[in-house]
T-cell receptor, first 118, second 113 residues
Framework: DVKVTQSSRYLVKRTGEKVFLECVQD?????MFWYRQDPGLGLRLIYF???????EKGDIPEGYSVSREKKERFSLILESASTNQTSMYLC?????????????????FGDGTRLSIL | QQQVKQSPQSLIVQKGGISIINCAYE??????FPWYQQFPGKGPALLIA?????SEKKEGRFTISFNKSAKQFSLHIMDSQPGDSATYFC???FGQGAQKLVFGQGTRLTINP
C-alpha cells in the first residue's frame, strides 16, 4: 500500500522559532507538494518539487522554504514562525505509474500536521 | 484565472437523498478535474475525477457532471448515507493529476440519519 507519511500529527511552536515539517513518500515519484488547509479557503499550494534539489513556488510561498535532498523526502521550513502560520499542513505525491488511473496519476495525501504557533 | 469556486460551504441532506456540490472555474486551460473526500483527522482522498472531453462520469453512487461551455462541474451523491458525511473538495489542474492542483474552498457535508 502506497504511503505519504508526515512525521508529526500535532506540533506546537513559539513565534520566531524555525520549524521543520517532514514528509516521506514510498511511491518513488519525482513530484511532491506542500499545501496548507484553512477553513473556508480550501487547500493552497505553498511549494512543490519536480525532482531532487528542484523546487518551485506555489501560490503562497511567503514565509516558507523547502528542501528536497532525497527523492523520497520533502521538507517544509518555516524560517521564523508567526501566528498566521497556524494551520493544517498537507504533503502530497502522485501515485506511481502502473497503479490507479495511470493516465492521471492522482495525488495521494498524507494525514497532515496540525501546527499551532503561540 | 487560477481560481476554482465551490459552493455551498456546508450542506445538510437527509439519508437517502441526493447531495449536490458545485464548482466553477475560470481558466479554460484546466483539463483535469478531481474531487477529493476528507474525513476528520485524515488527508484528502481522491474520490472521482473527470477530463473535459466527457460530460459525465459515474462511479457507484458518485457522479461528476461537467459543463465545458459554462466552465462548471458538480458532484452528485445519490442515496446519500451517514458514512458520506465528510468535507469535499473540487480541484483542477493542467495536464494529469501529477501536476499541481488548484482547490475549491471545500463543502462540509452532513447526512442526517
Amino acid at each position: 500500500d502506497v504511503k505519504v507519511t508526515q512525521s508529526s500529527r500535532y506540533l506546537v511552536k513559539r513565534t520566531g522559532e524555525k520549524v521543520f515539517l517532514e514528509c516521506v513518500q514510498d511511491m518513488d515519484h519525482e513530484n511532491m507538494f506542500w499545501y496548507r488547509q484553512d477553513p473556508g479557503l480550501g487547500l493552497r499550494l505553498i511549494y512543490f518539487s519536480y525532482d531532487v534539489k528542484m523546487k518551485e513556488k506555489g501560490d503562497i510561498p511567503e514565509g516558507y522554504s523547502v528542501s528536497r535532498e532525497k527523492k523520497e523526502r520533502f521538507s517544509l521550513i518555516l524560517e521564523s514562525a508567526s501566528t498566521n502560520q497556524t494551520s493544517m499542513y498537507l504533503c502530497a505525491s502522485p501515485y506511481p505509474l502502473g497503479q490507479g488511473d495511470v493516465s492521471n496519476q492522482p495525488q495521494h495525501f498524507g494525514d497532515g500536521t496540525r501546527l499551532s504557533i503561540l | 484565472q487560477q481560481q476554482v469556486k465551490q459552493s455551498p460551504q456546508s450542506l445538510i441532506v437527509q439519508k437517502g437523498g441526493i447531495s449536490i456540490i458545485n464548482c466553477a472555474y475560470e481558466n479554460t486551460a484546466f483539463d483535469y478535474f478531481p474531487w477529493y473526500q476528507q474525513f476528520p483527522g485524515k488527508g484528502p482522498a481522491l474520490l472521482i475525477a473527470i477530463r473535459p472531453d466527457v460530460s459525465e462520469k459515474k462511479e457507484g453512487r458518485f457522479t461528476i457532471s461537467f459543463n465545458k461551455s459554462a466552465k462548471q462541474f458538480s458532484l452528485h451523491i445519490m442515496d446519500s448515507q451517514p458514512g458520506d458525511s465528510a468535507t469535499y473538495f473540487c480541484a483542477a489542474s493542467f495536464g494529469q493529476g501529477a501536476q499541481k492542483l488548484v482547490f475549491g474552498q471545500g463543502t462540509r457535508l452532513t447526512i442526517n440519519p
